[in-house]
């Protein structure tokens, strides 16, 4: 089963994929995480949240992926898991025929980077958009 989830974990850090990206700041500023290190809202980490029966194998902690949005990216690591259920579809445009059209994506993760993450992407009163992501290797 352990080399089942490595093959599987292999397969994916070779494609990009949508997630739905939030952040997170202040309140767990300083407390501890599900990796045991301690939350610091302004270093470049995420958390991860799966969507509720996704069959997605887990990404380990100190795993770093790149999120790209409106042109620009960032790297960060993971080093929480996240404590809400995300959504199971989200609304994006798409071009099509030269012409934007909003569709559903299915979406199976939720990435909440931390405030400084995030800030290097969006601002922070935008709250969530939808990103592509893929792991560095």
């Not at 997605?56 to 620009?72: D, M």
């Amino acid at each position: 089963k352990k080399k089942m989830n490595l093959l599987a974990l292999i397969a994916i850090s070779q494609t990009q994929h949508l997630a739905e990206i939030t952040w997170y700041g202040g309140y767990f500023h300083g407390r501890k995480t599900a990796s045991g290190r301690r939350y610091n809202m302004h270093e470049m980490t995420c958390a991860v949240v799966y969507a509720k029966g996704s069959k997605r194998p887990a990404i380990p902690f100190r795993t770093k992926i790149k999120v790209e949005y409106g042109g620009k990216s960032v790297i960060v690591v993971i080093t929480d898991t996240g404590s809400h259920k995300p959504k199971s579809k989200v609304s994006v445009t798409k071009m099509k025929g030269g012409k934007p059209v909003r569709v559903q994506q299915k979406v199976e993760m939720w990435f909440d980077l931390s405030r400084a993450a995030f800030s290097k992407l969006a601002p922070l009163s935008k709250g969530h958009f939808v990103a592509k992501w893929e792991i560095v290797k």
